[in-house]
């Protein structure tokens, strides 16, 4: 180890680290694999040994940690610990990928260059960064799943460890978090990572709302502990009459699953009923871990009355992340729903490391065989290569956290497809080659449309035709990933098929006109036609849809647009942008040297004085404001962070503005007017319309009204909470 450039009590927490890396690894290491972690470790000590991080420690201790997580939370083998600790050392350091390949072989330099690669992407303001990233990131597992396995190490370890950073990076690396790493942390069943990164992820975004639901359930811990207790002291006499070998724990809700429970459903914490489950872990060989499920079932329902609605049942069918357990909700001591989740010993393992679990005790060729599996799985996700970056993201995002469904063939074969998924779905997931012919389909033996929303337990045949092309109606039709980029190329195929024929007819039809076929003639078509790219203008031309009338009609007008196409520009802030009062709106002062812009509030989230806010810089409407909580945030923040800009209210004055409230509870006589007084009644608030409903005495409806700010509508939200009859009110 270079001693001169780490201090003795470094040296001994580097060699710490080493040990501590080796003794939680969570697969077996060979010798051989020993030996390479510690030629990979060395390597990195001495390449890293100049380098130090913001918070002064040396930057070895970042490889180490991401090491640490391979090795123990996804639980992979040697060659990805090696990789991990190599993982910045030819971005960072003088080693290049040859230098990599002579030491650790093929399979590690290509790992090490992935992820090489994934960091050095080109960046191009054109298009939305961290969604073109994402759609390369996923296709560099095409090359080896464990470039995006410790690149989401990585990502953790950077969110556990960002307090030095800047603000506003902050909120960018967690909303990119949220936006895509989280995400695929999900797909790949890795769900304890998941969870830490959304959890991290609502510290910087929302940092109040993380740590009050935070300290309110340190503050809940006791009462979850003796529920718990009171849970097993039911139920363990019968499990050990029946010689069950068990523990029972309880797994907290995490806080970002809680937060976004409260934010869609509009409650309280303490109206979150399920802030925990219970699970019990059972030990059992495999031959009898099923009977064992279903036999824990059956004591746990004799004690507790089980909700036949909330059975989920992923040992007979597991999750396509390879999860399997059975869980029930019952109603619990003191006459609480609480989820019980029933797993083998085998079943936690999977759940808590994924993947890794499944080729543990694989050696060799079959551990890289068992990978190879694996990919195969996520293969036909990123099948569609040459898609819009943005359209990519939002299509894989489609299938990410869709709930399963389970349907057959007619020879009996089962198919996992998201909930929501068509026959038309199905078709694509047997073959491309069917999905593309399909004439029609039945459902239990039933013709049926295309777009009929397919249910478990369903039998599905397709019907092919060799003259059938699909149409643009077909993506209405298809819901999964697959079904729609492969209907999207053919449809691109077929278009690009008749643009090449449009192209000759307007080129001829044009020179008749006199004009020439340039670069400015075809941005002034796609202006005047309102189209998006010039494809769509030659495209119409082959169908006719842009005809030799409209054509002359284009000729004519082209002197006057032209002018009016020249003098459109991309509206942007100017150097010494000025507040104009006159136009009555609230101050909000924008960026770290708070000036003043025009803006716009949004309709998304409609802002109040009193909201945390931030600016969009649009392209063509200034700067558009929207709330921290807005429901397009994380994707404004992960995919144009270059156009968000530091925006915060400075005062207010008595400029109302919109609101509306949904309002429900258990109707009564006067309740409306009851209603009605404590808007009128407070200060500063204006109502401008009621609308309730009333149906078998519960009513719900929604209250439109003016107020001036965030403090205001809080305090009247509370009012309107406290008059009787009223259960819920929620900002809409």
């Known amino acids: 180890m270079e001693t001169d450039y780490y201090s003795e009590d470094e040296q001994k927490a580097i060699a710490r680290e080493y040990k501590e890396l080796l003794r939680i690894s969570y697969q077996t290491l060979s010798e051989e694999d020993k030996k390479l972690i510690r030629l990979a470790f060395d390597t990195a000590v001495e390449a890293h ?13 970042h490889p180490i940690a991401v090491a640490k997580i391979v ?79 410790i690149k989401i190490a990585d990502r953790l370890h950077n969110m556990e460890t960002m307090e030095a950073m800047a603000e506003h990076k902050q909120a960018k690396i967690a909303s990119e978090t949220l936006y895509i790493y989280a995400p695929i942390a999900h797909r790949i069943g890795l769900y304890n990572i998941k969870t830490e990164l959304e959890d991290l992820a609502l510290k910087y975004t929302d940092p109040e709302r993380y740590f009050g639901i935070l300290n309110r359930m340190k503050e809940s811990k006791d009462e979850q502990l003796s ?145 190879e599996v694996w990919l195969n799985r996520l293969q036909e996700v990123f099948e569609n290569s040459e898609a819009n970056a943005v359209d990519f993201v939002e299509d894989f995002k489609l299938n990410l956290y869709s709930k399963e469904i389970f349907v057959f063939t007619p020879n009996g074969e089962i198919k996992s497809l998201p909930k929501g998924a068509t026959p038309l779905d199905f078709a694509f997931s047997i073959h491309t080659g069917v999905g593309l012919k399909t004439r029609g389909a039945k459902v239990n033996n039933k013709l049926v449309p295309l777009n009929q929303v397919l249910k478990s337990g369903d039998t599905v045949e397709i019907i092919t035709a060799e003259n059938v092309k699909p149409t643009k109606n077909w993506l209405n039709y298809a819901t999964t990933s697959k079904a729609r980029s492969k209907i999207k190329n053919a449809l691109k195929e077929e278009t690009k098929i008749v643009a090449t024929e449009g192209k000759e007819i307007l080129v001829r039809k044009l020179k008749q006109l006199k004009i020439n076929l340039t670069e400015e003639v075809m941005n002034e078509l796609v202006n005047y036609f309102k189209t998006k790219t010039s494809l769509d203008i030659y495209y119409q031309a082959g169908t006719g849809e842009i005809s030799s009338t409209m054509l002359k009609e284009f000729a004519s007008n082209r002197t006057s647009f032209f002018g009016l196409f020249k003098s459109k520009q991309v509206k942007r802030p100017t150097e010494e942008p000025t507040y104009k009062t006159g136009e009555h709106y609230d101050s909000i002062v924008f960026g770290k040297e708070e000036e003043t812009l025009d803006y716009s509030f949004s309709k998304c989230c409609s ?56 309002i429900s509870g ?37 209250v439109s009204i003016s107020i001036n700010n965030n403090a205001t509508l809080k305090k009247l939200i509370q009012e309107i909470k406290n008059i009787k009859g009223v259960d819920k009110v929620t900002r809409l």
């Open 49 to 61: 040994k100049s380098q130090r991080r913001k918070s002064g420690e040396p930057y070895i201790f």
């Open 607 to 662: 802002p109040i004085p009193g909201d945390p806010i931030f600016g969009f810089v649009t392209i063509n409407e200034g700067v558009k404001v929207h709330k921290k909580t807005c429901p397009n945030a994380i994707s404004m923040q992960s995919n144009y962070a270059y156009r968000i800009i530091q925006a915060k209210w400075v005062k207010s004055d008595e400029r109302d503005f919109k609101v509306s409230l949904k």
């Open 71 to 149: 090795a123990s939370q996804i639980g992979l083998d040697a060659v990805s610990i090696a990789a991990a600790l190599l993982h910045d050392v030819v971005e960072d350091t003088e080693y290049t990928n040859e230098d990599m390949q002579r030491l650790f072989g093929d399979t590690v330099a290509h790992i090490v260059a992935g992820l090489t690669k994934i960091s050095n992407m080109s960046r191009d303001s054109d298009i939305s960064l961290q969604a073109e990233n994402f759609r390369k990131l996923l296709l560099t597992m095409n090359d080896d799943v464990r470039v995006i396995l």
């Open 666 to 702: 258990i109707d009564r006589d006067g309740l409306i007017s009851d209603i009605s007084k404590a808007i009128l009644e407070s200060k500063f608030v204006k109502l401008t319309n009621v609308n309730i409903d009333t149906e078998g005495d519960v009513f719900s409806g929604k």
């Open 227 to 371: 529920y718990i207790e009171a849970f097993t002291k039911i139920v363990e006499t019968s499990l050990n009459e029946q010689k069950i070998e068990y523990y029972i724990k309880g797994r907290p809700k995490s806080i970002y699953s809680i937060y976004k429970k409260m934010e869609s459903q509009g409650v309280s914490f303490e109206e979150v009923y399920d802030k925990f489950a219970i699970r019990i872990i059972y030990k059992s060989e495999p031959a009898e871990e099923k009977f064992l499920a279903w036999k824990i079932y059956s004591i746990v329902t004799d004690h507790f009355r089980p909700n036949p609605t909330r059975l989920r049942d992923w040992i007979s069918s597991p999750k396509s992340t390879g999860y399997e357990a059975l869980h029930i909700t019952v109603m619990g001591p003191k006459g609480k729903w609480v989820e019980v989740q029933i797993r083998s010993e085998r079943m936690h393992e999977i759940a808590e490391k994924g993947y890794a679990a499944h080729f543990k005790y694989k050696h060799g060729s079959q551990k890289e065989e068992g990978i």
